[in-house]
């Protein structure tokens, strides 16, 4: 059991380092997030310089385009960008972390030749039309229509939290092409070309006061069977190899970012009043930082037992699962023990003169998106529950 | 970097599971808090080698680390196994006897003021960790007055209105890792707790039937267990890492350390909180073992450190390494 880098991972870690010291102060600075357009230009650029360097497809084999790095550069990677306060992956998150490696996995040699080098250059952006309003935690619920018509599927149905729909190319879409079958035996994976006619999007703004998301409205789109991604009806398949990079290392960068957090959090703790003095020299609160930073390390230490671990590919259930769960726990007592440190400057979701704070107020309200998305809190649970402990099932 | 058991750690913990689960059940505990501490035992529990496990070969060690003391102590806290073990594990090395289970160490962190020491009773010497110092006193010169009724019925406590002076063993660096040792294994104690409270519960609520079925099939009840075995997990990651740094003397051992405290504290007293909970009223009474990992939760929380201070030291680490 050992945490240090080998030879090589320390050798791949310097020359990271020097790219990454070059590459940063010299990007443009980051766009209003609510314009969404100039965010997929910002997300573009940064993708094409990590493309010309070599980084792109960091985890993908070598054969398709990527790296071929190692899990433990992969993590030595995504631990480098966070210390260099590198942008995040913004709009390519769905085709770099799902989209692509499904392609890679289950898709046809046309597919990977088509789609793969846009989305590892930054030049393709994709969404993610999984969930619907009926279809959330039960995603094999879904209802969206595909009937086939020669050699289209004519495609009817409303998908939601399509995150990027509003400037995507393509998306993941997941729809029903056998209602009489069992919900999970029916459903069919399908590249859906976001120019195709039919497709109204509809922003869908957030509790953070942000259009992030987009409700998407299908109606009689035409989609190649050639679009197909695995067989007719065994897309839950598909899907589920999807998922599985998701409950892997997709929480991991934001995981780094909120220990980011946490130091500003300490230092503006210094700064600000709580009381009679600086929120600091408040016991209760110096405990609350102490714990929440001591909690994140550990999640970065399961972490790289998860990635040890998972050598192969897949992070074991448990490790996946506990990672986030409790990530999502400790991002909500984070966004707490923000609003305590701030006290009245945590009324407004801008900066202070002086004072950077939005991005707390931002992070206690992004808990949510934690503690809901991709499996949420109680799922997890079930998950730990039923699978790893062996508990029987509800039903 | 490959942050996981190897084969022979794996084996190590199997081996010391198998040896606590035959010779220390958790009635040899109870016993020993009333009747004192089994000295015969306790030198097979030498003889396995488990106090002397990072002393070197030529001292009939094992040449072991800090990481693989870690890793027994995860299984004596899960077995409740009696006795000053994190003392005479300090001990090995330091004073004669102690490796090979002929005399017992027992261990306290200095406090101002009257100090509750848990396990002199039995013990031959006391190891008294100072800020900046360890000290040995012999047990048999000391004043004290044995507690009628500790919490915890598998651990006698005596009361001192001071701590004497003795003899100083060690100073500087030497000292303070000593003390590094002494929490990071009590808080490898707490994960074992941890980790055999979420097993006892889930069998528990495999076979109990209410209402015509499991318990467990309720998701009230599923979703403690999975809560229960996620603290489990977070901690156990905190704390195996904090052993590889502190056997690597890594400058972020210190918070390492005392991380691995909040974490495996946290996780052991709510899951031996939870597990009394789950095995209802059989759960409150004095026959079933659900309070005794509870009540050892709470000793080991408070030796050698607590989860209050730990956070503590978390965040002016954190602060530290800002400036």
Known sequence: MELKDSEADAQFRKELRVWLAEVVPSLPSPPDPRDRWASRRFDETWQRLQYDAGYAGIAWPKAHGGRGATPTEHLIFLEELARADAPDVGCGFVGQGHAGPTLIAEGGDEQRAEHLPGILDGTKVWCQGFSEPGAGSDLAGLRTRAVRDGDEYVVTGQKIWTSFAQVADYCELLVRTDPEAPKHKGITWLILPMSSPGIEVRELVTLQGEAEFAETYLDEVRVPVANRVGAENDGWRVAMVTLSFERGTAFVPEMLESLRLVEDLARLSERLRRGRGPAWEDAGIRRELGTVAAELDALWALTKRNVTRGESGTVPIVGGSSFKLYYADVRHRLGDLSMRVLDQAGLVLEDLPDLTVARHVEGSLHAFAVSIAAGSSQVQRNILAERVLGLPKER | ?323
């Open chain 2, 1 to 323: 970097m490959h942050f996981d058991l190897d084969a022979g750690q794996r084996e190590l913990q199997s081996a010391l599971t198998r040896f606590c689960h035959d010779l220390f059940p958790v009635a040899v505990a109870r016993e020993s808090g009333e009747k004192g501490l089994d000295r015969g035992l306790w030198r097979r529990l030498a003889d396995l080698g488990v106090f002397a496990l990072a002393l070197p070969d030529s001292d009939g060690g094992a040449g072991l680390t800090v990481v693989e003391q870690v890793l027994a102590f995860e299984v004596l806290g899960a077995g409740l196994v009696p006795g000053p073990v994190v003392g005479s594990t300090l001990a090995a090395g330091l004073v004669e006897g102690a490796s090979t289970g002929d005399v017992v160490v027992a261990s306290v962190t200095a406090t101002d003021g009257p100090v509750l020491v848990p396990g002199l009773r039995d013990a031959d010497w006391l190891l008294v960790l100072h800020d900046d110092r360890v000290e040995l006193v012999e047990a048999a010169g000391i004043q004290g007055d044995l507690v009628s009724r500790p919490l915890d019925p598998t651990t006698p406590l005596t009361r001192l209105d001071s701590l004497p002076a003795g003899e100083v063993l060690l100073l500087g660096a030497a000292s303070d890792a000593l003390c590094r040792t002494a929490s990071l294994l009590t808080s490898a104690a707490l994960l074992g707790i941890a980790r055999r409270t979420t097993e006892l519960a889930t069998d528990y609520a495999k076979t109990r039937e209410q209402y015509g079925r499991t318990i467990g099939s309720f998701q009230a009840i599923k979703h403690m267990l999975a809560d229960m075995l996620a603290l489990g997990e977070v901690a156990s990651a905190s704390v195996h890492a904090a052993g590889v740094m502190l056997a690597d003397t890594s400058a972020e051992a210190e918070r390492a350390v005392a991380g691995a405290r909040v974490l495996a504290g946290k996780a052991a007293l709510h899951n031996a909180a939870t597990n009394v909970q789950v095995h209802g009223g059989m759960g409150f009474t004095w026959e079933l073992d659900a309070h005794v990992y509870l009540k050892r939760a709470r000793l080991l929380s408070v030796s050698h450190g607590n989860v209050d201070a730990a956070a503590e030291t978390v965040a002016t680490q954190l602060r530290g390494a800002l400036q």
